[in-house]
C-alpha cells in the first residue's frame, strides 16, 4: 500500500484546507484511515481517524472544526479543515492501519500564519 498525500500550504488563522490522501493498492476499504500531525520539536499526535465503518475520532484540539471523510471507490481519506488556527501548523500525515499494520504517507506541510 503507498499513501500520496496533498493539499497543504499557508492559510491565514481562520481560514481552511483540505487535504487528500490516495491509496493505491487494494484493501482501502478494510482499513482505517487517519490523519496525524507532528509540529516542530512536537510528537506526532493523531487528529482524526475513520474506520470502514465510517466510525470517526477526533482530537478534542480540532472537533467541531476538523472533517475526516473517506471514498472506498477512489481509495481516497479526505481531511476538511476550518477555522484554522496558528496551532495547527505542522506537518500532517495519514495513515491507514490493518490488524497485521500500518502504512504512511509521506506528510504535507500546513502553516498558519497568525
Known amino acids: 500500500v503507498q499513501l500520496q498525500a496533498s493539499g497543504g500550504g499557508l492559510v491565514q488563522s481562520g481560514g481552511s484546507l483540505r487535504l487528500s490522501c490516495a491509496a493505491s493498492?487494494?484493501?482501502?476499504?478494510?482499513?482505517?484511515q487517519g490523519w496525524h500531525r507532528q509540529a516542530p520539536g512536537k510528537q506526532r499526535e493523531l487528529v482524526a481517524t475513520?474506520?470502514?465503518?465510517?466510525?470517526?475520532n477526533y482530537a478534542d484540539s480540532v472537533k467541531g472544526r476538523f472533517t475526516i471523510t473517506r471514498d472506498n471507490a477512489k481509495n481516497t481519506v479526505d481531511l476538511q479543515m476550518n477555522s484554522l488556527k496558528p496551532e495547527d501548523t505542522a506537518v500532517y500525515y495519514c495513515?491507514?492501519?490493518?490488524?497485521?499494520?500500518?502504512?504512511w504517507g509521506q506528510g504535507t506541510q500546513v502553516t498558519v500564519s497568525s
Open positions: 475513520i474506520t470502514s465503518g465510517g466510525a470517526t
Open positions: 493498492g487494494t484493501l482501502f476499504s478494510i482499513g482505517t
Open positions: 495513515n491507514i492501519r490493518y490488524p497485521w499494520g500500518e502504512y
